[in-house]
């Protein structure tokens, strides 16, 4: 399985950005889809997850600002980000676990103060 990430870029804090992933396969119709993220120097931490009834789960830095959602017809997930501060700095890899896990190569985001 391949996951293909998308929609980082440069961003002003206070600005939002869109991120994108597209499973190339259905893997199991029960999974969990997420987003983890790693900031310079520090340690991947998890951003939100979404399990196929829609379940959600935030870290407590992102609640209230960002916003996941998947389309499972189309084995894709968002990550919707608002108020975006600069500490939301880091590479965002896309997640799928489905007793295994299967990693994106992650998008850089980089929001300027």
């Known amino acids: 399985v391949q996951l293909q990430a998308s929609g980082g870029g440069l961003v002003q804090a206070g600005e939002s950005l869109r991120l994108s992933c597209v499973a190339s396969e259905t893997i199991f119709r029960i999974n969990v889809m997420g987003w983890y993220r790693q900031a310079p120097g520090k340690q991947r931490e998890l951003v939100a997850t979404i399990t196929s009834s829609g379940v959600r789960n935030y870290a407590d830095s992102v609640k209230g600002r960002f916003t996941i959602s998947r389309d499972n017809a189309k084995n894709t997930v968002y990550l919707q980000m608002y108020s975006l501060k600069p500490e939301d700095t880091a590479v965002y890899y896309c997640?799928?676990?489905?007793?295994?896990?299967?990693w994106g190569k992650g998008t850089q985001v980089t929001v300027s103060s």
């Open positions: 997640n799928l676990n489905a007793g295994l896990n299967w």
